[in-house]
């Protein structure tokens, strides 16, 4: 039976096997234990045209409920340019692995070198790699680059202002990767330094990793923060988000010597939270521990102008079980992703993605208080995201929000309802929403 | 393929935009934030016009080669046809607009859709379970270990500390059980590549938690003593780890979880046809037999006795591993793989992809070494041309037939032969595609004796050729601003 994805014809197999000098393809298979060869029907569907396939992922498409997002978490509703499919579905870049034949990868080799770049320019770092899984994982790596670059330090510590899911995967890798891993508490909302100073004392962190903007989208004051952590000869890492540091102060001003954050806020579809990107950068003192590929610029034989992987011997194929990081890929499509919606954005559209979000996410703020149902927690500055109090039970606002087709009002830990709003939010959902939200 | 020199931010010009946002409805800005938290420089962005986006993106794929370009015999990496429908499938809106901390409720064909791909990677490789989250087969291999040690430690078992990889495994096999705290033992192979059970005999005790295993191995071979391997391993208390990076014969003919492995990772962009690139997103899934399916990381899919999906957090898991439920653009594009190959057609997968390994090896024995002649699985090793006399090396083979329109194979790997060349072809090629390779891989060799300078200087008609990698790493110059500075 024909099928288009198998060139073969009979008389191709024939040719092939008398070629080998096999009778068939099951004597292929001699070295393989007769009793391990699966010889029953596999427990699958039958083969589908595309048209049954069609129909198959429209009909799980419409059990999926769509839902205007009023909320974020760690994953925002930003606008996707049209440009950005159309580009990064080119099988060019598609349909190609890791850059390991520089003279015929120059494409993707160029725009990791852009990446980078944009990204160093972003957190105001020096270096950064060619991208990490997500966010969760950047930040994991960065937990263990700090314990590869400080010596005999057995601590991590984290803000417990970082995503839930954030600071739970650097828990489950800091677990089995023999890190201890404590918590430094906020005060009103802001990440503690006399908490933070007094931990430090022992003398035994390796690294602290505080958010920029924070799961209770409060911009955080890190003043002094750089010092106290240097003072006891650890790195100061800070999650950030990438769309906010158009505007936000960015890990450099803030003396980080490490950044990692995901890329979904440029633009990348939520996807049910994935494909992201995860970025890394750092000071280049530490370029030699930063985990992952690293592109690098430099000259073919004819004095060209070329692009290649580089510093090789960090990583994991080299090093084997002393490597300080066992990714051996990055997020490669999403990076040039993110790589091709900053061009478009470049300096002005960024910050105007920012502007509009503040906007947006302020006036629902506003309107939200003004309904006398929600109260502030805290008096921070915030971007697009915030959390407040609400007299009405969690359950029963998400559910009337679900029903009139919003998603919003995430619960916090400490029962505080998120809500987040981007460049995507318009005055009439919103309204729309706060109505929805009087009669309940 | 044409060269092309610029970088975007070559083409910034002050004043130019690529955007097209509308007007603010809003009175505030950012410019409300407290001075301090804001930041004081702009960063460098370029300022381009759309169209100049667009050329330029454009151009620099030119300088490209996938598998819609040409044939990618790259090995262990399997290079397959990734299907147009797979990419349509995964673009569709009712997928890519939902926040992936909906309520269960909004999002339950997203859900089935976890569980019809766990059910039927179960029925492809005989695990009981699947977690979908792990990014990538390093990270599948990780949480893998990670499962294999919580496992040890919910049987309060703390004595388990080392981890057997064989000395021909891939680097990331030590890497990720370094990563994981586990010491790594080697155990040396037979001059065949294969596991010798007499040196696995004294290894194994009650300090070992499991053994990693690459089946097919790197050389391409069968491990034919796996079911005495997997009994003496678990009769010492450990697991068997299956890396699935080379799972691709096996489909459509053997089962992992009926040779005796416990935990397995698979890597979707190679053996379920998701596109690799340019290195990522791909997806490590990782399946394990029933009695560790309580470790798999959270949260996992659940099927609720309401017949509704549900999300399932537990004390028992080893942990989460990804911020979100993994790359689910990827899942999307596995699960069409799936179906489109249906019960039936994924029994010729496998046989294919061997037939092809076996006609190239075949037909080029006579002018390349191939120093372990014996039927290969998806792929097998040649240790450099056969006439050692001409001093070509198996790097200059490889750029020579980028000359020819080819993808090299893999080099240099693996490290048990000096002169490497890793040859996978895959299932989705040709006998006219073969049969081009082959004659050009003989006109190489013919090239080594008649005209070896052709070949060490080769590639001649590629966008740029051979680079100066020495210097790129001795003063690295990692972006455009530390480009700039150095000029």
């Not at chain 1, 280049?284 to 060209?304: A, C, S, Y």
């Not at chain 1, 916090?412 to 318009?426: C, D, H, K, L, P």
Request: aromatic content about 8%; hydrophobic content about 40%; proline content about 5%.
């Amino acid at each position: 039976m024909a099928f288009a994805y198998f060139p073969h014809t009979d008389a191709d197999v024939n040719a092939m096997l008398a070629r080998i000098g096999v009778g068939s393809l099951e004597e292929l298979y001699a070295d393989v234990p007769a009793d391990v060869v699966y010889r029953k029907e596999y427990d699958l569907p039958s083969a589908m045209s595309e048209m049954e396939i069609r129909r198959c992922f429209e009909g799980l498409g419409r059990k999926n409920k769509p839902v205007t997002v009023m909320c974020g978490c760690g994953a925002y509703d930003h606008y996707q340019p049209a440009v950005i499919p159309a580009l990064i579905s080119r099988a060019e870049y598609l349909t190609a692995y890791t850059p390991y034949q520089a003279e015929i990868s120059q494409g993707t080799l160029r725009y990791i070198f852009e990446y980078q770049s944009m990204i160093a320019e972003l957190t105001g770092m020096e270096c950064a790699n060619a991208s990490m899984y997500d966010g969760a994982t950047a930040a994991a790596e960065a937990m263990m680059m700090a314990m590869a670059a400080t010596r005999k330090k057995t601590r991590v510590l984290i803000a417990d202002t970082l995503l839930p899911q954030v600071a739970e995967v650097v828990r489950t890798y800091a677990k089995y990767h023999g890190v201890v891993i404590g918590t430094v508490a906020h005060k009103d909302g802001n990440t503690d330094l006399a908490d933070l100073k007094a931990q430090l004392e022992a003398g035994d962190v390796a690294g602290v990793l505080v958010p920029s903007i924070n799961r209770f989208g409060i911009v955080e004051d890190l003043t002094g923060f750089a010092d106290a952590v240097h003072a006891q000869k650890g790195l100061l890492m800070v999650y950030a988000d990438p769309s906010a540091l158009a505007v936000v102060r960015t890990p450099g001003e803030w003396g980080a010597d490490v950044a990692c954050g995901d890329g979904q806020t440029l633009g990348i579809p939520m996807s049910f939270g994935g494909p992201y990107v995860g970025f890394l950068a750092c000071k280049k003192e530490h370029v030699r521990k930063l985990p992952g590929r690293i592109v690098g610029e430099t000259t073919d034989v004819d004095g060209k102008r070329a692009f290649v992987l580089t510093l090789q011997a960090r990583e994991q194929h080299i090093r084997r079980e002393k490597a300080n990081s066992n990714i051996c890929s990055n997020q490669s499509l999403m990076a040039l992703y993110v790589t091709i919606y900053l061009s478009l954005m470049g300096k002005q559209g960024l910050k105007e993605v920012c502007n509009q979000s503040y906007g947006a996410a302020h006036y629902l703020h506003d309107q939200l208080v003004a309904t006398g149902l929600f109260a502030p927690v805290f008096d921070r500055p915030f971007l697009k995201e915030f959390v407040l109090k609400t007299t009405i039970p969690v359950e029963k606002l998400q559910q009337a929000l679900l029903d009139g087709g919003f998603f919003g009002a995430l619960a916090t830990e400490e029962g505080y309802v998120s809500f987040a709003a981007t460049e995507r939010r318009t005055r009439e959902e919103i309204d729309r929403m706060i109505d929805l939200i009087k009669s309940i | 393929m044409k060269y092309y020199d610029k970088l975007i931010f070559e083409l910034s010009k002050p004043g130019r935009c690529g955007y097209s946002l509308p007007v603010s409805p809003w009175n505030t800005t950012a410019d409300a934030l407290p001075e301090g938290l804001r930041r004081t420089a702009a960063a460098e962005l370029p300022e381009v016009s759309e169209l100049d986006v667009v050329r330029h993106y454009t151009n620099l794929s030119n300088m490209n080669f996938g598998v819609d370009t040409g044939f990618y015999p790259l090995g262990s990496c399997t290079m397959k046809y990734n299907p147009k429908i797979n990419e349509e499938m995964a673009s569709l809106a009712c997928f890519k607009d939902i926040h992936p901390l909906q309520p269960e409720s909004t999002v339950q064909g997203v859900l089935e859709l976890y569980y019809n791909l766990e059910r039927s990677l179960s029925a492809i490789t005989g695990m009981a379970n699947f977690t979908l989250n792990p990014f990538a087969g390093a990270q599948g291999e990780l949480t893998g270990l990670m499962v294999i040690r919580r496992y040890h430690e919910l049987r309060g078992d703390m004595k388990r500390t080392k981890i057997i990889v064989p000395d021909s495994a891939h680097g990331t096999n030590p890497a990720s059980a370094a990563v994981c705290g586990l010491d790594v033992v080697e155990v040396k192979s037979k001059p065949d590549g294969r596991i010798d059970i007499e040196s696995l005999r004294p290894l194994l005790d009650d300090t070992i938690a499991g053994i990693m295993m690459t089946n097919p191995n790197t050389l391409g071979l069968f491990e034919s003593e796996i079911k005495e391997i997997a009994k003496l391993v678990h009769d010492c208390g450990g697991l068997l780890y299956y890396d699935g990076a080379n799972f691709n014969p096996l489909l459509g003919m053997v089962r992992p979880g009926d040779m005796g492995f416990d935990v397995l990772h698979l890597n979707l962009h190679k053996t379920f046809s998701t596109p690799h690139g340019g290195g990522g997103p791909g997806a490590g899934p990782v399946g394990v037999a029933a009695h560790l399916a309580d470790c798999l990381p959270n949260p996992r899919v659940v099927l609720g006795a309401d017949g509704k999906y549900q999300l399932l957090t537990s004390e028992t898991s080893c942990g989460r591993v990804s911020g979100f439920m993994g790359n689910f653009g990827v899942l999307i594009r596995a699960y069409t793989y799936i179906l489109s190959l249906g019960k039936e057609n994924i029994r010729m997968a496998g046989p294919l992809a061997v037939l092809n390994a076996n006609y190239i090896k075949e037909s080029l024995k006579d002018c390349y070494k191939l120093p372990i002649d014996m039927t290969c699985m998806h792929e097998f090793v040649f240790d450099g041309l056969l006439d050692k006399s001409t001093g070509i090396t198996t790097l200059d083979v490889a750029k020579r037939l980028l000359d020819y329109g080819f993808h090299a194979p893999t080099i240099y790997f693996p490290l048990l032969f000096h002169q490497a060349i890793m040859i996978e072809p895959t299932e989705t090629e040709s006998k006219e595609t073969l049969d081009g390779f082959i004659e050009v891989m003989r006109r190489i060799a013919e090239e080594a004796i008649a005209n070896p300078e052709e070949l060490h200087s080769a590639p001649h008609n590629t966008p740029v050729r051979r680079l100066d990698e020495t210097t790129a790493a001795k003063n690295p110059i990692l972006t455009y601003r530390e480009s700039l500075c150095k000029k």
